[in-house]
């Protein structure tokens, strides 16, 4: 899923990522080094997710579509900066803050840039609020801040974690493989995630901007607004940008470049999280709206740190009705409702498909109209067909068959330095 987690946990240092420019990121091994433990499947979360049983707490119309949730909110950052650069409300960077200021942490694991490669995601470790704020936004291209979960081993004290669901579930197998990691993460909290686009997405965004990737100093995919407009800072040092709306960028171009492994999620507002942080749109925006984010506490430990973040000012909520949650990602719910149907036909085609445990897939299946599901069944089989999903992956694919593989670009990601290379 280009997560990231295998690099840490392979004991060789034989996995190292790269950015296939219309896949995503993915694990290349070295098969000199490998010695195939299985450590790096054993932390990955596109082969498996289960889900334990859930707390009686947890609020129970939602548990079957939704995961465990114990509270749901609504508001925004205490810090207007925070707010006004935030992708929602900026609640995930104010949640992060108070940890930061307030609890005996080393820093927020989580995804940024750096201004050398402003278009390639690297994971960071913010250690102040202007760290923060540097990195709030979503970005909308592949990302894979697991790759730096041995900065957490290494660290002093606790860190708290930002990522999208899967990550959240990488880091949860990751402290499962490994106990000295458990007591490592303060907090973990998610974002919601209706799939990442590949990096041919933010290339067709450029493309229709007019401007080419070397011209970019800062690139944002919304933020600063609510949801903000997609902005490339160019190089020049006169501040000239070129703009263009949420709904193009997203709705227009990146929705078309999604990954067919996202489709298959089962976890679209991290479940495993113990704060999950998203966009509460069942409502009507105002023009010129400031941002809001809807809040979940999944765990005591995620409701303990809300409600102290909440008393010291970080945070500004409001109790909402567990109606809100499925009006706001109608999206969301509906891929969940396709999802045991598409594993079906995967199953029937014999094609390697991921084990899902505890999700009430089949419940959700049989919420969707009879037509749909015909659809759902039908599209994955042509998929299948089309796509040649059918024909066996070459064994221990290398760089070097993924380089003969056709594809016009390959980006090896440089997690030495955090930053993304382009290799020629
Ligand atoms: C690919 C993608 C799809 C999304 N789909 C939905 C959706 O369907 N519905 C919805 O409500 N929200 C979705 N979001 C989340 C939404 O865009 C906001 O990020 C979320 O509401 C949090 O807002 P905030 O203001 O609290 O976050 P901020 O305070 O702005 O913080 C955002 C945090 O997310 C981290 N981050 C940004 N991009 C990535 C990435 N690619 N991978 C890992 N971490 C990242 C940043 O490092 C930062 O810490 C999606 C986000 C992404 C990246």
């Not at 402003?118 to 990195?135: F, G």
């Not at 998203?278 to 765990?299: H, I, M, N």
């Amino acid at each position: 899923m280009g997560c990231g987690a295998c690099v840490p946990a392979c004991p060789k240092g034989a996995v190292r990522l790269v950015d296939l420019v219309d896949q995503g990121i993915r694990p290349v091994t070295d098969s000199q080094l490998c010695e195939q433990c299985g450590r790096c499947v054993e932390v990955c979360p596109g082969v498996e997710i289960s889900h334990g049983s859930f707390q009686e707490q947890t609020i129970p119309e939602l548990r079957k579509s939704w995961g465990p949730i114990l509270e749901m909110w609504e508001g925004y950052a205490g810090d207007p900066e925070i707010r006004f650069k935030g992708s929602s409300g900026g609640a995930a960077t104010a949640l992060a803050l108070f940890c930061l200021e307030n609890e005996d942490i080393s820093g927020v694991l989580h995804t940024g840039t750096r201004a050398a490669a402003p278009l390639r995601n690297v994971p960071v470790l913010s250690k102040s609020r202007e760290d923060l704020l540097a990195h709030t936004g979503s970005r909308y291209s592949p990302a894979a801040p697991c790759a730096k979960i041995d900065w957490i081993m290494g660290a002093r004290s606790p860190v708290v974690f930002i990522g999208k669901p899967c990550d959240v579930v990488a880091l949860r197998k990751s402290q499962a493989a490994c106990p000295a990691l458990e007591d490592k993460v303060c907090l973990a909290i998610s974002i919601f995630c209706a799939g990442t686009p590949t990096t041919e997405g933010t290339n067709k965004i450029l493309s229709a901007l007019d401007v080419a990737p070397e011209q970019v100093e800062e690139f944002r995919y919304r933020g600063c607004g609510w949801p903000g407009m997609t902005t490339a800072k160019l190089t020049g040092g006169n501040s000239r940008m070129r703009q263009m709306s949420y709904e193009q960028s997203w709705g227009d171009i990146l929705s078309k470049h999604g990954q067919t492994r996202c489709r298959l999620c089962p976890d679209s507002t991290g479940e495993f999280a113990d704060i999950s942080c998203g966009d509460p749109w069942y409502r009507q925006k105002e023009p010129g709206e400031q941002g809001w984010s809807l809040v979940l506490a999944r765990t005591e430990r995620g409701r303990e740190i809300m409600h102290a973040a909440i008393e010291a000012g970080y945070i500004k909520l409001e109790r909402v009705d567990s109606s809100v949650l499925p009006l706001s990602q109608e999206a969301l719910l509906k891929r969940r409702r396709h999802l045991w149907g598409r594993l079906l036909t995967m199953h029937v085609m014999r094609i390697p498909a991921p084990c899902y445990n505890g999700f009430s897939l089949f419940d959700d299946w049989l919420r969707l109209p009879f037509g749909q599901k015909l659809r759902s069944l039908g599209g994955t089989f042509k998929r299948i067909i089309t796509r040649g999903w059918r024909r066996p992956l070459k064994p221990a694919a290398g760089s070097e068959q993924l380089q003969d593989s056709g594809r016009s670009e390959q980006l090896v990601i440089d997690l030495d330095e955090s930053e993304v290379k382009c290799k020629p």
